[in-house]
């Protein structure tokens, strides 16, 4: 069974840099782009960052560009999304999401983990 | 930047109803779509791509159709379980766009 596991969120207060998580099992990222999607409460979905299998192709959305770095472990199966100087408007749970297609990119998610919610508050 | 505009924001449906709910891309996407469907306190959960192809697990009172720009999910007869929020998304493009949402409810 694929499952997806998100950590590191909390309470972030404004410019202090903080580190999420997502590890995954039943299945191996290596193949697979990743993804980081948002949700900001009682909003909808907002796409934040993907990168591909071989981290040579990574792209952010414009709102987060310059302060996000998404980065990926595949010997431990995991993505991480490191948030630099976070905002009061990044405040959202943030889901870790399998893009559907093997090796190719496609930028859309059959796979999703539970999320972890971050809260930006000085 | 493609946006997709949902319709209605909320749809009030008894058990059992058939709901159908609207997607609207401002420009020409083919049949890059996918629905999701979010419950409470879950991840969504992946329901149709390509526009109409079921993904895996998923009943088949699922259907999605598209005509030209504008899509359709259709729940043909709903279940307790399907009231949730639903999403359309735009693929195959970077960034990818969500719509807004739909709630489904009960009436």
């Known amino acids: 069974e694929v499952q997806l596991v998100e950590s590191g969120g909390g309470l972030a207060q404004p410019g202090r840099s903080l580190r999420l998580s997502c590890v995954a099992s039943g299945f191996s990222i290596d193949e697979y782009t990743m993804h980081w999607v948002r949700q900001a409460p009682g909003k909808g979905l907002e796409w934040v960052a993907g990168i591909s299998w071989n981290s040579r192709s990574i792209a952010y959305a414009e709102s987060v560009r310059g302060r996000f770095t998404i980065s990926r472990d595949n010997g431990k199966n995991s993505v991480h999304l490191d948030i630099h100087s976070p905002k009061t408007g990044d405040t959202a749970r943030y889901y870790c999401?399998?893009?559907?297609?093997?090796?190719?990119?496609?930028?859309?998610?059959?796979?999703w983990g539970q999320g972890t919610l971050v809260t930006v508050s000085s | 930047e493609i946006v997709l505009t949902q319709s209605p924001a909320t749809l009030s449906v008894s058990p059992g109803e058939r709901a159908t709910l609207s997607c609207r891309a401002s420009?020409?996407?083919?049949?890059?779509l996918a629905w999701y469907q979010q419950k409470p306190g879950q991840a969504p959960r992946l329901l149709i791509q390509?526009?109409?192809s079921r993904a895996t697990g998923i009943p088949a009172r699922f259907s999605g159709s598209v005509s030209g720009t504008e899509f359709t999910l259709t729940i043909s007869s709903l279940q307790s379980e399907d009231f949730a929020v639903y999403y359309c998304?735009?693929?195959?493009?970077?960034?990818?766009?969500f719509g807004g949402g739909t709630k489904v409810e009960v009436k």
């Open positions: 998304q735009h693929y195959n493009t970077w960034p990818p766009p």
């Open positions: 420009q020409y996407i083919k049949t890059d």
């Open positions: 390509g526009a109409s």
């Open positions: 999401a399998k893009d559907k297609e093997v090796i190719a990119t496609a930028y859309y998610f059959d796979s």
